[in-house]
């Protein structure tokens, strides 16, 4: 009996073992370099024998950047607004879908297109849609009297572009999960709350949205966490540009690591922004934890 256990043990570990390779392969290996490197004084231009231990100097030069401490305001910001904006407009329009309309089907497929584009795509795209000479945006500003700006050559109007291409590609994700938490909900309490005579509003208000807390809870953290740290659609549409009007912390490790060469920065950066990730996270599922218990 207890050979047969040792050898059900081994037949389990040896199909584990092509995935813990390459796990170990391409994540840990990495992340085990880039930290060790994050203590050296590492730029790619010069030769390996200038490569040096130097410590904590790496993340003490780093919080001395004043574009870095801007890139990262500007990613706990952006990340903040977007959650908060395709969250709202996701329940609004799930609110909406979870009823049953002719062509509800239709439109619940088409939410799904702006998700399945490539992030390098829609970026490509939105650039040309915000060109001001051939642009359909401008053109449909001007349809209505309205003069479009130059949006990517204006640091006040590239930032509301990164965030209303965000918002195009990324509500629908918002839409899917929250329509499912909402059909998922027991009917035989709307039921009851319109015997009772509750209106539309007030039966949303105090029953759908306190039912989706822990959908929404969720949902709040895949989100954030993409968004904290968005890269191709930003690069493809202003490159951090203009000056620094859009780089945010991704923005500006690749910078750092790849136009400025040194690496041992862009790894510190990298360790600083995977801690702050690490600490949303575990505080976000100990709240959504906590929602489940109640």
């Not at 401490?69 to 977007?82: Q, S």
């Not at 991704?250 to 041992?264: K, L, Q």
Request: hydrophobic fraction near 55%; proline fraction near 4%; charged fraction near 15%.
């Amino acid at each position: 009996m207890r050979t047969n256990k040792i050898k059900n043990y081994l037949n389990r570990f040896v199909f584990v073992v092509p995935s813990i390779i390459l796990i170990s392969g391409f994540t840990l290996y990495p992340l085990i370099f880039a930290f060790v490197n994050s203590f050296k004084k590492y730029k790619l231009t010069e030769p390996n024998n200038n490569i040096k231990f130097i410590g904590f100097e790496n993340y003490i030069e780093i919080f001395k950047q004043k574009e870095f401490i801007e890139a990262l305001i500007r990613t706990i910001g952006l990340t903040i607004l977007l959650v908060i904006v395709e969250l709202l407009i996701g329940i609004i329009i799930a609110v909406i879908l979870s009823d049953s309309f002719k062509g509800h089907g239709i439109i619940r497929s088409v939410l799904l297109l702006p998700i399945a584009a490539t992030p390098v795509i829609v970026g490509l795209t939105w650039k040309l849609m915000y060109d001001p000479r051939v642009g359909v945006i401008n053109y449909l500003l001007n349809l209505i009297g309205i003069e479009g700006p130059v949006w990517l050559a204006n640091s006040r109007w590239a930032l509301l572009a990164v965030i209303i291409m965000d918002v195009w590609q990324w509500t629908p994700f918002m839409v899917i999960i929250l329509l499912a938490g909402i059909l998922g909900q027991p009917k035989d309490l709307y039921e009851a709350a319109l015997v009772d005579g509750a209106n539309r509003f007030r039966v949303v208000t105090k029953i759908t949205i306190p039912l989706l807390k822990r959908v929404m809870g969720v949902a709040i953290l895949i989100r954030a966490s993409d968004v904290f740290r968005l890269f191709d659609q930003i690069w493809m549409l202003t490159r951090g540009g203009p000056g620094t009007a859009t780089e945010t912390l991704t923005v500006r490790i690749y910078r750092t690591g790849f136009s400025y060469f040194e690496m041992g920065e862009a790894s510190a950066m990298s360790f600083i922004m995977l801690i702050i990730m690490m600490i949303f996270i575990i505080f976000a599922i100990k709240k959504i934890n906590l929602l489940e218990e109640t």
